[in-house]
């Protein structure tokens, strides 16, 4: 009875919310997160990605919890608690750079988080200039994740024939330089329907999908970002959230080969041509 009393109490307001939060945490060995963000239980794999607008980072306390006041149902057994595994950060868009990158990364790599960087596409900026500021700001090496190329829907132009020409081109350039292949983000619908060609076929994709099922544009997913306005612990306001298709070592594994293939192809064609 005092239970129920408490949870009608605490209807009218978020920081009630929290507090019945608290409460239920109490009884239970999981420690006491704010108001949550439902996880996706079938990943194991949780990481953000970060631009100048996440300020006062708590980078010792990142993490994804599920809070059961966001459920109808209570029960003890969907109340999770993921630490955040990889980060990727915005270094560039267009010709400009964030200026909080070197600092972000300066801190993620400190505790040993698996760090990407990421350049926003703008179809109207001339491609190599993109991707020469995108090489010189990100600084990437093998012990990072690939580079990635941020694909905005609001942001795809007309003729597409055109646009998808110099994303390739974007793409070429950074893969020559840094000596491996980039990711491409790019919303589930925008894969299915514009990036469907069979130059993409051989480019990996983190996909952009806020439903509670994962991308239906194809099963070999390699990061799937479920929510633009999920709750972590240790960053203020909305953060986009997403999970990779694997385990912790898969993507540690996955990371290093995307490194290690352009190198084995590299030498093969050192090879063949002192043939």
Known sequence: M????????????????????????????????????LIRPDYEVYGIDLSRYQTDINWDSLSVNYNPVND?????????????????????????????????????????YLCGA??????????????????????LDTKDLPPVLDIENNKIGYPLDEYRKNVLKWLTIVESRLGVKPIIYVSDHCKRNVFNTPEFNKYQFWLARYFNDPPLSSDDWVFWQYTKTGYVHGLKGDVDISVF??????????????????????????????E
């Open 2 to 37: 005092v239970i129920l009393s408490f949870v009608c109490y605490i209807r009218n307001s978020q920081s009630r919310k929290d507090a019945l939060a608290d409460l239920l945490y109490s009884m239970t060995e999981n420690e006491v997160p704010k108001y949550g963000e």
């Open 245 to 274: 298709n694997g385990s912790k070592e898969e993507l540690i594994d996955w990371s290093e080969a995307q490194w290690q293939a352009q190198q084995t192809d590299a030498e093969s064609d050192q090879t063949a041509s002192g």
């Open 118 to 139: 990421y350049h926003v596409f703008e179809p109207d900026t001339f491609v190599y200039a993109q991707a020469e500021n995108f090489i010189e700001k990100a600084k």
């Open 72 to 112: 109808k149902s209570v029960k003890k057994q969907t109340w999770f608690k993921k630490d955040i595994s990889f980060i990727f950060i915005k270094a560039t868009q267009g010709r400009r750079v964030d200026r909080t990158y070197d600092e972000k990364r300066g801190e993620a790599k400190k505790r040993n």
